[in-house]
């Protein structure tokens, strides 16, 4: 007895130890399973975005049969998920934001004129007719807004060459074709998937304000300034005054060039002697003396040039007095030879004409 006691004692006891298993092992599938039908695919879990463009989150999401879904919509940084906020309803978002999707499988939304404001982490909730039916897709989308800035030397100089680079803070996420613009006129021989600029062998037309931008999207970068630097080209002398140079009085001579930057140092020769610098030569009370020519050379830290030689001829004052005299005095003989031949010629009409009245007479 006592021996069937023992063992209806130990299989008592061993059934008891043995039956708790089962059921926890029967719970645990029934937890794979359950997890396994509830989930959200995001198509790509980081955007990068340009400013004032459009977005497509795009994902689909599964849940067990026999739920039906009450209620789909965006959310973004949840910090608690029974109070997620609905995007469509934020006033920030009712205007831009499309749900694109279903309350099946699909749940795409699209994002219009982003901003940087825009950044977020973005998540799908959904809500079902049951107390356990809610779910929220994590990791969710993790959406950066970035602008354009143009990277580029403040100045180089004609004849080299230059590389100019459209910036982005992050990688963009779709394709693009980069656009640039020079004093807002587009280079439209200038449309590459590479985000740089190259400039061969620079010329002063190549001086200006460069933007860029990306095919198909409205944003343009903010214009950066390339300035080209070339040493003085075109030196030329201005004479003022321009006319007849006469003795006594002033004369300018200007040193006039094309150099960027401008230049700032001129030298001045008379034939081949300095005589002084400045931009403006002047020379006041101007005598014969300072006839011959003359000619400024123009200087930068790029290079310097010569201009062609100007000749100044400077006309003595009594020179022009004497002739102006001899002038009147000769025109004033002849008026007055031509008087009195006019007077002779009528004093001798004049006696021939008694004569011939006399002659008469007598007959």
């Not at 640039?180 to 998937?193: A, G, I, V």
């Amino acid at each position: 007895m006592s021996y069937c006691t023992f063992v209806v004692g130990v299989a008592v006891v061993i059934s008891f130890r043995m039956a708790p298993p089962l059921p926890l092992i029967f719970l645990l599938m029934i937890h794979r399973v359950s997890s396994s039908d509830w989930g959200v695919n995001y198509s790509h879990l980081y955007i990068c975005a340009l400013k004032n463009s459009s977005v497509i989150m795009s994902c689909n999401y599964t849940y067990p049969t026999g739920y039906k879904i009450e209620k789909v919509f965006w959310t973004k940084n949840p910090v608690n998920c029974e109070n997620s906020p609905d995007l469509s309803e934020d006033p920030e978002y009712s205007q831009r934001l499309q749900y694109l999707g279903d309350k099946q499988q699909n749940c795409t939304i699209r994002l219009s004129h982003v901003t940087q404001k825009d950044s977020h982490m973005y998540y799908f909730r959904f809500t079902t007719d049951k107390p356990d039916g809610k779910w929220t897709g994590k990791p969710g989308v993790n959406l950066t807004v970035t602008d354009l800035q143009v990277e580029a030397p403040e100045r180089v100089t004609e004849g080299q060459n230059v590389s100019l680079t459209c910036k982005s803070s992050c990688a963009l996420t779709d394709r693009a074709t980069f656009i640039w613009y020079r004093n807002s006129q587009p280079l439209t021989e200038r449309r590459d998937r590479n985000n740089q600029l190259l400039l061969q062998s620079v010329r002063r037309e190549d001086a200006g304000r460069y933007s860029c931008a990306l095919q198909e999207h409205t944003y343009i970068s903010p214009a950066v300034y390339l300035s080209v630097t070339y040493p003085p080209k075109h030196t030329f002398v201005a004479v003022s005054p321009c006319c007849e140079l006469v003795e006594g009085n002033s004369v300018n001579l200007s040193c006039n060039s094309d150099s960027y930057p401008p230049a700032l140092n001129f030298s001045w020769f008379k034939g081949g002697t300095f005589v002084g610098s400045g931009r403006i030569y002047s020379i006041s009370k101007i005598s014969s003396n300072h006839s011959g020519e003359y000619k400024c050379k123009s200087i930068t830290e790029h290079g310097e040039k010569y201009s062609d030689a100007v000749t100044l001829n400077v006309t003595c004052v009594g020179c022009l007095v004497k002739l102006y005299t001899t002038g009147v005095v000769c025109g004033a003989a002849v008026v007055i030879m031509m008087v009195l031949i006019w007077v002779k010629k009528r004093k001798d009409t004049q006696e021939s004409q008694h004569c011939s009245r006399q002659h008469t007479i007598q007959n």
